[in-house]
């Protein structure tokens, strides 16, 4: 696609939940980003996937949280027995590789899914 | 472990002044470092990009520093417009690692 697409813009869920949250990056893209923002703060990151692999997953804040990437495109963050200290925004960028041109760097970030945990 | 600053957390100026936004992180080994700017209830759109052999980037009115050395960057916007008004966050990728460590951003009210 164009850009990149998350999906749904706003969850609104009760506490012990389950939720899932989808991203869908640009075309070819490689390398896919999860970060979560809460208010007035910056983006803390959560997990880097490398084609279908995650790379990097050292900034999931507990085992409650999972990402997949099966085909190397879209990806699913899941939140199990949700709290509501899980509410903020959760943030999917994409790029097209992780190292070599400048442009590989580049993160494209998506508009981010509004999670509110009541 | 990496740390991002940045100030001033809010700066609010009349149109058509020349204006620095400041980043700083505690760790230099640094890969690259990346500008963004944020509006309400968006994403963050790529400004810059700086590699760590770079000193500096331009696009249009926006001129980004790097001086690895003593952890900073900064962030040069010239004769601001209302339309600049967004908030502005830096990120810094380690030599390590794969994933971008954000500062808090600095909030830009540029007044008509």
């Known amino acids: 696609g164009a850009g990149v697409s998350q999906t749904p813009s706003n969850k609104v869920t009760e506490k012990g939940k389950y939720v899932e949250l989808r991203c869908d990056p640009i075309?070819?893209?490689?390398?896919l980003y999860w970060y979560r923002q809460s208010l007035g703060q910056g983006p803390e990151f959560l997990i880097y996937?490398?084609?279908?692999?995650?790379?990097?997953d050292s900034g999931l804040p507990n085992d409650r949280f999972f990402a997949v990437r099966p085909e190397g495109s879209v990806s699913t963050l899941k939140i199990q027995r949700t709290e509501r200290g899980d509410s903020a925004v959760y943030l999917c960028?994409?790029?097209?590789?992780?190292?070599?041109?400048?442009?590989?760097?580049?993160?494209?970030f998506g508009a981010g899914s509004r999670l509110t945990v009541l | 472990k990496q740390e991002v600053t940045q100030i001033p957390a809010a700066l609010s100026v009349p149109e058509g002044e020349n204006l620095v936004l400041n980043c700083s992180f505690t760790d230099s080994a640094i890969y690259n470092l990346q500008w963004f700017r944020q509006d309400p209830g968006k994403g963050l759109t790529s400004l810059l990009l700086?590699?760590?052999?770079?000193r500096e980037q331009t696009s249009g009115r926006l001129n980004a520093s790097l001086d690895k050395s003593s952890g900073r960057s900064t962030l040069y916007i010239a004769a601001s417009q209302p339309g600049d008004s967004a908030t502005y966050l830096c990120?810094?990728?380690?030599?390590?690692?794969?994933?971008?460590?954000f500062g808090p951003g600095t909030r830009l009210s540029v007044l008509p």
């Open positions: 960028a994409s790029s097209s590789g992780t190292s070599g041109s400048l442009g590989a760097n580049v993160l494209t």
């Open positions: 700086i590699q760590s052999s770079q």
């Open positions: 075309s070819g893209h490689t390398a």
């Open positions: 996937f490398q084609g279908t692999g995650a790379a990097d």
């Open positions: 990120a810094v990728r380690g030599n390590y690692g794969q994933n971008f460590v």
